[in-house]
């Protein structure tokens, strides 16, 4: 499946399962993401996103996302985006 580069995750927040990631590019809600680092290796859709606590639809470069996460992410794993 080839893949983009999007963003890399800036910092994890354990307790509630969420990745933020500074972006590089665009994402959306319902895209493919895969988490790529040292220890992480996992493909998942983006169910949902915010800004500051607002559900947005979707966000561009330069732009900090918060997204829910089924794994533990680490500081300054890469997020691509699976296109077709």
């Not at 990745?19 to 809600?29: E, F, K, M, R």
């Not at 680490?74 to 985006?81: A, L, M, T």
């Amino acid at each position: 499946m080839p893949e983009v580069e999007v963003g890399k995750v800036a910092h994890f927040f354990n307790k509630i399962g969420v990745a933020a990631i500074n972006l590089s590019g665009d994402l959306s809600v319902g895209d493919m993401i895969h988490i790529k680092g040292h220890t992480s290796d996992w493909t998942q859709t983006v169910e949902s996103m915010q800004i500051e606590h607002d559900q947005v639809e979707k966000a561009g470069a330069g732009e900090s996302v918060g997204i829910r996460v089924p794994e533990h992410a680490h500081e300054h794993d890469v997020v691509f985006k699976v296109t077709d």
